[in-house]
């Protein structure tokens, strides 16, 4: 059996483990195509009898490297990168949902990821209930149907920074024999791992902490392998019953607990060809080496921004889990016990110009459509990020019309706060 790795240690030496006289550093693999001898060595490979590479828009080294990281990373049995947050995010729902299916999302989330679930997928014949998360279990209950595929949440909501219970909704999800998905985006692997606590699947936005210094959009999919999907095999034909296109290969049969990652690549990736470029995946794996040294500066300055902004008189309200006093800090503390992110939401006494106003007067921090980077970055979701939804939709997202969304970075924490008082100041 392998010594079992702390995460720091993943961080810089998993994925990539190069033989004798290979790059010590994970080179990156900038070609479409690969070679080989024979037609029936690529028969094979197109069969999926074989492991290889024919095709980037499949598969690629350098993808599969920084994919076997993450999925270590996360505990999981395999990885996937995508091209972004937002294809992941799709990819991990529609893998295991068709039209006339039904799927259930916690409704504090990303507002993209809202829109995505809400309006383009409906658009595919896909319906989606969100719901209250901290709605009792009776009034969640009455959301699952026959035709529901899984359950959807983020571990710490994008803007509001509330806690998704991951065991509860483990438990829901399971009970009626689907599995839950979860966005890990915001706490990454080293402050939470969802899979520990009943977790199948999980997402990221790889744009966001595990890249670190806003240089590549990306997105990851990494399964736990313990979901069985032939117990409930008149859910999922997609994973339990022939696939045509594969000559009647059955995933769940021939791939055991690789079965979702596979379909997901050899189907999904096969037709809508949303792949993570090398290069961008070359430059996460940069990212991933000091994510663990990141997180924890993030944590430290998110939570002394959190405290001050607190005890402002001219400040309103703040959402982060980190406070003694806010709603979600026992979930937190059992969740994230080493913390949860830099990610701050919070309001000011006043209007929404009022508001608009501070950001405008900022001058370290910048006013960007991005998060969780190393550079500390501000934004007013209702404005921007969520200005598609309506204010029924925001309420339901958990996104206050005065909500402040501050991304706390990695610089000197005195720096950031003597930014924020002058931009108070009157």
């Not at 689907?178 to 977790?199: K, Q, S, Y």
């Not at 993030?298 to 001219?314: G, K, M, S, W």
């Amino acid at each position: 059996m392998a010594e079992k790795k702390h995460r720091g240690t993943l961080c810089v030496q998993a994925g990539w483990t190069p033989k004798k006289g290979e790059p010590r550093v994970l080179p990156i693999y900038q070609s479409t195509t690969f070679k080989y001898d024979n037609s029936e060595q690529m028969a094979r490979l197109f069969d999926l009898k074989d492991t290889g590479y024919f095709y980037t828009r499949l598969q690629n080294p350098t993808n599969d490297a920084v994919a076997a990281k993450i999925a270590a990373l996360e505990g999981g049995v395999a990885a996937m990168l995508t091209s972004s947050g937002q294809a992941a995010s799709f990819y991990a729902v529609f893998n295991i949902c068709e039209a006339g299916d039904h799927f259930i999302s916690s409704g504090t989330i990303y507002g993209g990821t809202y829109n995505l679930f809400g309006v383009t997928m409906k658009k595919m014949g896909i319906e989606c209930t969100f719901i209250d998360p901290e709605a009792t279990d009776e009034e969640i209950e009455k959301a699952f149907r026959p035709n529901t595929k899984c359950f959807f949440g983020e571990t710490i909501s994008n803007p509001g920074g509330k806690i998704f219970d991951i065991e509860r909704f483990a438990r829901m999800a399971h009970a009626h024999g689907v599995p839950l998905i979860v966005d890990n985006t915001f706490a990454t692997p080293i402050n939470c791992r969802p899979f520990e606590w009943g977790a199948d699947i999980v997402t990221h936005s790889t744009t966001k902490y595990m890249d670190g210094h806003a240089t590549a959009v990306g997105g990851c999919i990494v399964d736990s392998g313990k979901f069985d999907w032939m117990a409930h095999a008149d859910k999922f034909p997609g994973l339990c019953r022939p696939d045509e296109s594969y000559h009647g290969l059955t995933y769940a049969e021939s791939f055991g607990a690789g079965a979702y990652i596979t379909k997901a690549t050899a189907q999904l990736m096969r037709d809508l060809g949303s792949i993570q470029s090398p290069e961008n995946a070359f430059l996460l794996n940069l990212g991933l080496e000091t994510l663990h040294l990141r997180m924890k500066r993030h944590c430290e300055n998110a939570q002394t921004v959190a405290a001050f902004l607190h005890d402002d008189p001219r400040v309103a309200w703040v959402s982060y889990a980190g406070l003694p006093d806010d709603p979600h800090h026992e979930r937190a503390r059992k969740y994230l016990p080493d913390g949860g992110c830099g990610v701050i939401a919070f309001g000011l006494k006043g209007t929404r110009e009022d508001a608009i106003r501070f950001m405008d007067r900022l001058k370290m921090i910048c006013i960007v459509t991005h998060v969780a980077d190393a550079r500390t970055c501000v934004l007013h979701p209702a404005s921007h990020t969520h200005r598609q939804l309506s204010d029924e939709q925001l309420r339901e997202a958990g996104v206050a019309p005065d909500l402040i969304r501050l991304s706390v970075g990695i610089e000197d924490v005195e720096d950031i706060l003597a930014d924020i008082r002058q931009a108070l100041a009157d």
